[in-house]
Nanobody, 127 residues
Framework: QLQLVESGGGLVQPGGSLRLSCAAS????????IGWFRQAPGKEREGVSC????????NYADSMKGRFTISRDNAKNTVYLQMNSLKPEDTAVYYC????????????????????WGQGTQVTVSS
């Protein structure tokens, strides 16, 4: 069974950190670029970050630059999103997804190009 499973979400105070994981089972992630997206209540889903299949290219939405870091360990079939200096506006369900179209700096992280999605993990930033 093919699965993408996000984990690592939770409740954190403003200024805190979380590390999200996106683990694949039933297939190998190393053929795919991986994107992280988020969706807050009442808002559209937005691209957060992406990483190319090799890990050589990364991209971030402007509001995440300098705070979030994406990485991958293909040996563990897992992609990570380290989130620092979290703000209440980062509260959302975070999803990872696969793409055959790559990840390129400066381009929008568009969900149109992502085909297989996990179920999401809730991140709540609140005091």
């Amino acid at each position: 069974q093919l699965q993408l499973v996000e984990s690592g979400g939770g409740l954190v105070q403003p200024g805190g950190s979380l590390r999200l994981s996106c683990a694949a089972s039933g297939f190998s992630l190393d053929r795919y670029a991986i994107g992280w997206f988020r969706q807050a209540p009442g808002k559209e889903r937005e691209g957060v970050s992406c990483i190319s299949s090799s890990g050589s290219n990364t991209n971030y939405a402007d509001s995440m630059k300098g705070r979030f870091t994406i990485s991958r360990d293909n040996a563990k079939n897992t992609v990570y999103l380290q989130m620092n200096s979290l703000k209440p506006e980062d509260t959302a369900v975070y999803y990872c997804a696969t793409s055959r179209y790559g990840c390129y700096a400066g381009r929008s992280i568009d969900s149109y190009y992502y085909g297989y999605w996990g179920q999401g993990t809730q991140v709540t930033v609140s005091s």
